[in-house]
């Protein structure tokens, strides 16, 4: 299968980090391209209402053997293949993701799903390494009505972990979906 799945990679950690400081109550919470759930344990261990999600078909196998590593109960795990729609997931407020801008022809796939399980009332937060397909997701989510802004890694306080990329942040607080009229 995929040789890149099953560790932890930096944007996975950074991602964690920026988790302890997001406010959680009342969220229904979606990690898309979850891997090995890092985000999603610390969000399990903070209380949150998290759905984590993958392609991989270890994915899940890895998450709960983590969530009782960590003494969690397990977490709620759903297929996430971009290419189909997923009826169980429902709509979320938060949705996360890191190092998931991997391959440029996934952009509107991605950008469509994640358009697709928004609520509403949505924050989206995508953990870059910077390897050029930001700006175009960034296009792509605008396109379909969220407000876009970003830090860069170097003047974030990574706790250690130095890296480059970016963290991207979306919001929609309204009742835009595409086909909508944002007026």
């Known amino acids: 299968m995929w040789s890149l799945f099953g560790q932890i990679w930096p944007m996975s950690k950074i991602l964690a980090r920026i988790m302890l400081q997001e406010p959680l109550e009342g969220k229904r919470i979606l990690e898309i391209g979850c891997g090995i759930g ?10 949150g209402d998290i759905t ?11 998450l ?8 969690l109960a397990p977490i709620d795990f759903q ?3 971009w290419n189909t729609d997923n009826q169980n997931l429902g709509e979320f407020d938060l949705i996360i993701g890191s190092d998931i801008l991997y391959e440029p022809q996934h ?21 870059d390494p910077g390897r050029g397909s930001h700006r175009k997701f960034a296009r792509e989510m605008e396109s379909l009505g969220y407000i876009h802004s970003w830090t860069d890694l170097r003047d974030y306080p ?5 890296s480059k990329g970016f963290i991207l942040r979306f919001s929609r607080h309204g009742e835009y979906k595409e086909g909508m009229n944002s007026d």
Do not use: C, M, R, W
């Not at 709960?64 to 003494?71: K, P, R, Y």
């Open 107 to 127: 952009i509107e796939l991605i950008s469509s799903f994640i358009n697709h399980h928004s609520s509403s009332h949505v924050d989206i937060i995508i953990v």
């Open 158 to 162: 990574n706790g250690g972990i130095k």
């Open 38 to 47: 890092l985000p999603s344990i610390v969000l399990k261990q903070l209380g």
């Open 64 to 71: 709960l053997e983590n969530t009782i590593l960590n003494s």
């Open 52 to 62: 984590a999600s993958d392609y991989h078909p270890l994915a899940e196998s890895f």
């Open 79 to 81: 297929a996430g293949d």
